[in-house]
């Protein structure tokens, strides 16, 4: 799993919750959880 602020490549990545977000590229870091909000310590799991 990947923390908010990696970079792991462009791809589709999803969290605990079933919220996903897509980074187009490989230089993107990963945001915040849109849905869950800035504050949670979301990890990120690349499904794509
Ligand atoms: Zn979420």
């Known amino acids: 799993m990947y923390d908010i602020g990696e ?4 791809g589709t990545y999803q969290d605990a919750y079933g919220h996903r977000v ?3 590229q490989d230089s993107d870091a990963l945001p915040p959880c849109p849905s869950c909000g800035p504050g949670q310590n ?3 799991s690349r499904i794509w």
């Open 22 to 24: 897509t980074l187009d």
């Open 7 to 10: 970079k792991p490549g462009k």
């Open 42 to 44: 979301t990890k990120w």
